[in-house]
């Protein structure tokens, strides 16, 4: 069964380093996702991606993040400063279409900032 | 904005039935999912039911749906201690069909 697949499992980072988390969406999807949890809390929505573009986004998301698929198979989240709080486990997920249909997550990463 | 709340931690023994509960704010028309996290993996999607919908099953689960109290439950019958893990009660909104908003996860832990 088709899976999304996310790199590295774990990050440990310095604050103010940044850091590339990446995921391998299920190949015939178009819409990508980026959701965290920091530990003890909810999973909480980041972003939506579309066409090679950001279709919503949350307050979390500000100019510190970015997203990316730069080629047909990787979508990226990049944080360019990375603070003590970015500390959680990041989620990638894709679904076929975009509105309700089902979003299939990955493993996650759990990204350490020391 | 939406909420979704859940109790935090649900204890049974191998064979009993589960029942985990949701509740949301938001009544618009919405999709409703539940989502499994086993220790060190993602989240899977165990089911889903729309709003005009009251009840779901799929084998070992129902989904049971209360619009007029913005309710949802997950019911494992026969439960196993495989079951034991965090479930996710989430949920699509008309007003945000792309971003699922998440309930806190109801530990589930099965005893033998």
């Known amino acids: 069964e088709p899976e999304v697949t996310q790199t590295p499992s774990h990050q440990v980072t310095q604050m103010g380093q940044e850091v590339i988390l990446r995921c391998v969406p299920i190949?015939?999807?178009?819409?990508f996702y980026w959701y965290r949890q920091i530990l003890g809390q909810k999973v909480e929505f980041l972003v939506s991606?579309?066409?090679?573009?950001?279709?919503?986004k949350s307050e979390i998301f500000d100019d510190q993040f970015s997203v990316e698929r730069p080629d047909g198979s990787n979508f990226t989240l990049k944080i360019r400063s990375t603070k003590l709080e970015d500390s959680a486990m990041y989620f990638c997920?894709?679904?076929?279409?975009?509105?309700?249909?089902?979003?299939?997550f990955g493993p996650g990463t759990r990204l350490t900032v020391l | 904005g939406e909420d979704v709340e859940q109790s935090l931690f649900l204890s049974v023994r191998e064979g009993d039935s589960s029942v985990i509960n949701c509740t949301y704010t938001?009544?618009?028309?919405?999709?409703l999912y539940w989502y499994k996290q086993e220790p060190g993996a993602g989240l899977q999607l165990l089911t889903y039911?729309?709003?005009?919908?009251d009840m779901k099953q799929d084998q070992r689960l129902t989904v049971l749906l209360n619009k007029k109290d913005k309710h949802l439950s997950l019911r494992i019958a026969d439960t196993q201690t495989g079951d034991s893990a965090i479930y996710f009660c989430?949920?699509?909104?008309?007003?945000?069909?792309?971003?699922?908003?998440f309930g806190t996860g109801t530990r589930l832990l099965v005893s033998p």
């Open positions: 997920a894709s679904s076929e279409g975009g509105g309700p249909d089902t979003q299939y």
């Open positions: 190949s015939n999807h178009l819409y």
């Open positions: 991606f579309y066409n090679n573009e950001i279709s919503e």
């Open positions: 938001d009544s618009s028309s919405t999709y």
């Open positions: 039911i729309f709003s005009n919908m």
């Open positions: 989430a949920g699509v909104w008309n007003t945000g069909f792309q971003k699922l908003v």
